[in-house]
């Protein structure tokens, strides 16, 4: 339920920028990962006396770090649906910029994150959300931050991850050509973190010790 050194790095950056900027929402995202199950919720138990837990969302122990550090829990919207960059982005769109008219958007993420984000970020938001319908343009603006936590091994295993994963989305942009159903069938039909088949699979390498 406390975010990773590098979620408090991209973190205490958005305090920052608060500071300087006039910031409408604070938006968190990731509801988590499909490579590691969800840590439980102590805050969150079935009844007092149960060990049994609800599961705690990344994006809520963020929201709730942004709270400690004073934000007020109104200004802050969390997202709950996304397990991976690409979902991250997608949702985002879908479910908060787009319905509440968001046309400007600050994207902070680490260092050994931050091509593939971007790439990501930059695609989705260039695709109308329907067919048919007019693009809602949003101003996209892109921050890096060091890779606190991250060292040796795990972050090299991170950015090789992060090289290859770029590869290969390079590829589905490509293939998608920019049509919100070829997205659409592509997102939930063959992405291994949202289709039925990738759910089920289990999933065993290095660099996912260090989601």
Request: aromatic share 10%; net charge neutral.
């Amino acid at each position: 339920g406390i975010p990773r050194a590098w979620v408090k790095s991209r973190l205490d950056r958005a305090l920052d920028i608060g500071k300087t900027r006039n910031i409408h929402w604070y938006i968190v995202l990731s509801r988590g990962t499909p490579h590691n199950p969800p840590p439980p919720d102590p805050l969150r138990s079935i009844s007092s006396d149960s060990e049994s837990y609800f599961p705690v969302d990344e994006s809520i122990a963020s929201a709730r770090y942004l709270v400690q550090n004073g934000v007020p829990e109104q200004q802050i919207l969390a997202d709950s649906w996304s397990l991976d960059t690409i979902g991250n982005a997608y949702f985002c769109k879908a479910m908060i910029t787009y319905p509440l008219g968001i046309d400007s958007l600050l994207i902070v993420t680490n260092e050994f994150h931050m091509p593939r984000t971007k790439r990501i970020f930059e695609w989705v938001y260039s695709i109308p959300l329907v067919r048919d319908s007019e693009l809602h343009h949003v101003n996209l603006e892109f921050e890096s931050v060091p890779n606190d936590g991250l060292k040796g091994d795990d972050l090299r295993l991170r950015q090789e991850k992060e090289r290859s994963s770029l590869v290969s989305l390079n590829n589905t942009i490509q293939r998608i050509d920019g049509s919100p159903s070829r997205f659409a069938k592509f997102i939930f039909a063959e992405h291994g973190a949202y289709n039925v088949k990738g759910l089920s699979e289990k999933r065993v390498e290095a660099a996912h010790k260090s989601y």
